[in-house]
Nanobody
Framework: QVQLVESGGGLVQPGGSLRLSCVAS????????LAWYRQAAGSERELVAGISRGGMTKYADSLKGRFTISRDSARNTVSLQMNDLKPEDTAVYYC?????????????WGQGTQVTVSS
């Protein structure tokens, strides 16, 4: 069982920034896709950003370049830098990993970290 532990969530004002981190219990180069999802109250979980083993990145169209996903294999960490945050970014953010090339079908999830954007 792979353990994923997220951190970095919290309360931030509109226009602010947060950096989420996710540490995996196994070496992340063993996974084909690393990704962040989010789920707002009353909404379905959606892909925010992902990165493949080969370095291809995928982002939700609504983000318009505000978020950046990165990985640090030496620290078994995948991060999400979030800039110019908006109230609609409020959600629980989940880290995920996938073995295989299928997007939108993670094998393991973290427990989630709350991000609240409010003045």
């Amino acid at each position: 069982q792979v353990q994923l532990v997220e951190s970095g969530g919290g309360l931030v004002q509109p226009g602010g920034s947060l950096r989420l981190s996710c540490v995996a219990s196994e070496r992340i180069f063993g996974f084909d896709i690393l990704a962040w999802y989010r789920q707002a109250a009353g909404s379905e979980r959606e892909l925010v950003a992902g990165i493949s083993r080969g370095g291809m990145t995928k982002y939700a169209d609504s983000l318009k370049g505000r978020f950046t996903i990165s990985r640090d294999s030496a620290r078994n960490t995948v991060s999400l830098q979030m800039n110019d945050l908006k109230p609609e970014d409020t959600a629980v953010y989940y880290c995920s990993v996938t073995r295989g090339s299928t997007w939108y079908s993670p094998d393991y999830w973290g427990q989630g970290t709350q991000v609240t954007v409010s003045s």
